[in-house]
Structures are given as C-alpha cells and as structure tokens.
C-alpha cells in the first residue's frame, strides 16, 4: 500500500470523517485504484471478521461478579445508614427511583420521541451513514456485524428511495440497526430492532419528523423522515410488502 | 440500603459482555478473562465516584485494559505456558495448518489470536465493539494517528493470512 490516502480512505470507509473530509475521501476513491483494491479487501475482511467468536460473559462470572460487588459495598452500610438518617433518606429514593426509571420499558409515546430524537441527532453531527453503500450485500452484513441482527436493506432506488448507507443507533437504550434512504434532498432512517413485548406508537409526526411503526416477526420497524407524508407513507407501504 | 451499588450495577453490568469480549481477544484465555472482568468491575465500582458521566462504555473498558495490562505484566514474571498454546494440539506443524483443519470461525479466532497484542486491541475495539477512533485513542492511551496505522496493519496482517479464508 504506497497511497498516501489509504489512512483517509480507511477513515472514510469506517464512517470516522464529518462532511468535508469525507466528502474528499470519496472523491478520491473514485480516482484511486489503489484505495478502490483496498476498500473492497477491508469489506471483504470485514465480513470474514463476522465469523470470528464474539465471547458473551458467562452466567456464573454475572453472578460472581454482582456477589464481589455486594461484598464490596457491605462495608459502607453503616455509613450509608448515617448519611441516610441525616439526609432523610432523600438521597437514597432518588437514586432508586432513578434505578427504577433505568429499567422500565420506554412508554408507546416515548418510543417515537425516541425515533425523532435519534434521527435529528445524526442528521445534526452529519453521522448519518457509518457504511456507505448502495449495494444491500454490503450494508446488510455490516449493519448484521454491527447491529447485532439482520434487517432488510431492499433498494427501492426504483421508486424513488435510494439505499445509500446504514449505521447503528440506541432506541430507548436497546441497540439498532438503520438502513438509510434518500428521497430527492430528504433523508430516511429505518430502524430495526429486536422486539421485547411493549407496544409501538401510533404513526405520528413529532417535531415535523413523519414516523412509522411496525412489527415483524421479533423485530421492531420505525421509519422517520421529514420528507411530504405522501412520499412517507408510500416507503412506509413499500418497505412493509 | 447501597443505592451507589445499584446504580453502578445498573449502568455498568449491560457492558459486561463487551468488557468480557475484550478480556477474553487480549488474554486469550477464559480462565484470565473471569478475573480480569471481576478485577476490573471491582476497581471501577471503587472508582465509581470519580466517574464524572459520559461514556461509561469507554471507562470500563479502558479499566479492563489496565487489569489485563497488569495481568499480563504477572504473567511474563512467572514465565508459565499460556492457555493458547495448550489450546493448539502438538502434532500441528504450525498454527497455519491448525488454522486450515478447523472451521471458518475457528481459522478467523486463531488469526486473530496471532496478531501482536497492539494490533489485536485496536482491531477487536473497532471491529467487534464497534468504537470510535477517538474512543479507541483513549482507551489505548495512544495518539489517534497511532490508533489508524495499526489499524491499517492488523487488517493488512489479517488479510495477509486469512487469503485462503477470504
């Protein structure tokens, strides 16, 4: 590799340049053969990496683990029974009502605040895309490395919504998997993430931003855009065939 | 009754298949991965009133790194065989053709087990925990032009020896 641009076109592939910069890494991958070899090799071995063993921390090592922390905490009881008694145990109801809220599942209403918000968050750093690509055979297995679990990437450039990347996001805490649309100058998330029961919002603009969702199987669907809401409800219509 | 241990647990135990992932790439052994995330969790409750907010995600993989740095450093003293060295049958005649006989994931996890741990690290953060340059920079404690090059190399060393896998 003797480019002087592979660090950048490495940078570039991973989704790490704000719009300038990238903007000029992908000029210069389109001139570049070098950096062209180089980005095919580093997808290819980005999907040889997925076969590679993810270790999820075994049962007992959770359990030894929250064990060695209550042993750890013990000590300071008496302590806190002071502090508590001198507070008035106000301290102690806000971090457990704070717990509480850390594990209740997001209200119907929140989830689509939860949509808009994510979307202007990424439309606003200028992260929307963290893999670029028109082509579903990349995307799917980047957003499936990423993400966790696999979603539909379909193009539908036909009728007029262009898959031009994806990336991943948080919904309420739970990791997601987004596929990214273009319509003319309007962008287009589509998340998918895995359904745990609790149920999804009505179709409603938030903040000018048109969402959507459904169910399919175990997962959950949420499309956001601040495209016309007939364009809106046409992908919407497109993506649920 | 510890309210600050809830709330440690709360938002630090949802990390703790990363922060074992990463345990487990940089030491290569199961049984040094447990004590190192039981280490690590341990030293980060303790420290759990310094952590000031932001990504706790970062923080406590960069404490697994330390445990496993300290770990590591213990090793080397003693000098004992590694757990991945046993994990490779004898008759091998070298860990290429360990690699050949076993299936497509195994071939990949040697591999990358073969990697020099500074390579390793900054490929297991980017491409399976998914970080950021910057955050990677900071767990690692390099600069983020160093985080790049190796980057860069561990895929080159990676595709240099996975050909047959890619």
């Known amino acids: ?241 | 009754m510890d309210d600050r241990r809830q709330r440690f647990e709360a938002l630090a135990l949802p990390h703790m298949d990363a922060a074992y992932n990463l345990a487990r790439w940089l030491s290569r052994s199961p049984v040094e991965a447990d004590d190192i995330v039981q280490d690590a969790m341990l030293r980060a409750f303790r420290a759990f009133d310094g952590f000031r907010g932001g990504d706790i995600k970062a923080w406590l993989l960069t404490i697994v790194r330390n445990c496993w740095l300290s770990t590591a450093a213990g090793n080397r003293r003693r000098a004992h065989a590694s757990l991945e060295d046993q994990e490779l049958p004898a008759t091998e005649a070298s860990p290429e053709d360990a690699a050949i006989r076993a299936g497509a994931q195994r071939r990949m996890d040697l591999l990358i087990a073969q990697l020099a741990p500074e390579f390793r690290e900054v490929l297991i953060l980017r491409e399976m925990v998914d970080l950021s340059y910057r955050e990677i920079a900071e767990i690692t404690g390099t600069p983020i032009g160093t985080v790049m090059s190796r980057l860069a190399r561990a895929r080159t060393q990676l595709r240099e020896s996975a050909k047959d896998v890619l």
């Open chain 1, 1 to 241: 590799m003797s480019c002087d641009h592979i660090l950048a076109t490495q940078s570039y592939l991973d989704g790490q340049l704000n719009g300038a910069e990238s903007d000029a890494a992908e000029r210069h991958l389109q001139t570049c053969f070098e950096c062209q070899q180089f980005a095919a090799q580093a997808a290819d071995l980005s999907d040889a990496l997925r076969n590679a063993t993810r270790h999820p921390a075994p049962e007992f090592l959770r359990a030894r683990v929250r064990a060695a922390l209550r042993r750890e905490a013990a000590p300071s009881k008496v302590r806190a029974f002071w502090w508590g008694a001198a507070s008035g145990g106000g301290a102690s109801a806000l971090a457990a009502a704070l717990a509480l809220f850390l594990f209740l599942p997001p209200s119907a209403a929140s989830l689509a605040e939860a949509v808009a918000d994510a979307h202007a968050r990424a439309l606003t750093s200028g992260k929307t895309i963290m893999v670029a690509s028109s082509n579903h055979h990349v995307v799917k297995p980047w957003l499936a490395a990423h993400a966790g679990l696999s979603p539909p990437t379909t193009d539908f450039a036909a009728q007029g919504f262009v898959l031009t990347g994806g990336r991943t996001d948080t919904i309420a805490g739970d990791k997601a998997a987004v596929s990214v649309y273009a319509h003319g100058n309007h962008e287009l998330d589509l998340f998918t993430w895995v359904a745990k029961g609790g149920a999804l919002p009505r179709s409603t603009t938030v903040r000018g931003f048109h969402t959507a969702f459904w169910k399919e199987g175990d997962l959950n669907f949420a499309a956001v855009s601040d495209m016309d809401e007939a364009a809106f409800q046409k992908f919407v219509e497109l993506a649920r065939e």
